[in-house]
């Protein structure tokens, strides 16, 4: 019989409620938040498996929401270069120092949410094409498999190239997405077990009403307040990531 204390539930549930918070809202950084609280009562494993199983549901739920806005031809060549680094990512996962990646991570979007919060206009970039846009989704492809961290370069290089609110939001919630599905296949065999069904049955309802909540706010910003928010998660995320 499994036994997981009530403390260690009650941290699970949080995370999954501020998670899905922040991606009902911005689309993104339900990995980061949640793994932030998590990781002070589980193993960096089982929160990187917590992150794509319920980041899964989650996802699935807000992208059917939004389908009709989705944009196949831009989001294909990040879907490529993300399936391509997810099992990179995740054989990287039990081999190098997960604290320091954490950390290394943190200080960058920390500088990046505080910049992109104080200038007027980012700098747009054009160059690159859809090459470029598989570039960024490789990392994020790899980033997934180290922790479901994918939403970190898809979000950014969306701000980056200029796209309006509902233009960005349907590449990188989909492209999350479908990273958590795909690393999610590679790591469940390695950390599905009783206790991780126990954690992810417990954070389910906590996980509905935060994404409902969040993705009620997100129907309420226009496309300016939206990059203020992006720019303010960015840099939350990366400073819970240093705590």
């Given amino acids: 019989m499994v036994t997981v204390s009530a403390a260690t539930l009650a941290i699970v549930s949080l995370g999954a409620f501020i998670g899905a918070i922040s991606a009902g809202a911005a689309g993104f950084a339900f990995a980061m938040t949640a793994s932030a609280i998590w990781l002070h009562a589980i193993d960096p494993v089982r929160s990187a498996l917590l992150v ?66 104080l200038v007027r206009d980012l700098p747009r970039i054009t160059a690159g094409g859809r090459r470029a846009d598989a570039a960024v989704g490789l990392l994020g492809g790899v980033m997934s498999g180290l922790g479901g961290y994918s939403g970190v370069p898809t979000t950014i290089w969306t701000q980056l190239r200029g796209w309006p609110k509902d233009v960005a939001r349907g590449v990188f919630q989909p492209f999350i997405l479908a990273t958590h599905v795909a690393t999610l296949v590679v790591l469940g065999g390695l950390t599905v077990d009783a206790t991780s069904l126990v954690l992810l049955a417990s954070a389910l309802p906590a996980l509905a009403l935060g994404g409902w909540l969040g993705y009620r706010l997100y129907g309420k910003l226009n496309d300016a307040q939206f990059r203020r928010l992006l720019s303010v998660l960015i840099a939350a995320s990366g400073a819970a990531l240093l705590l």
């Fill in 52 to 117: 794509v199983a319920l980041g899964t549901l989650l996802h699935t739920g807000l992208v059917w929401r939004m389908r009709h806005g989705i944009d196949r031809t831009r989001l294909t060549p990040f879907l490529i270069g993300g399936l391509l680094g997810i099992p990179l990512g995740v054989a990287l996962l039990t081999s190098i120092d997960v604290a320091a990646l954490r950390r290394g991570l943190g200080v960058l979007l920390v500088a990046y949410g505080t910049y992109a919060l």
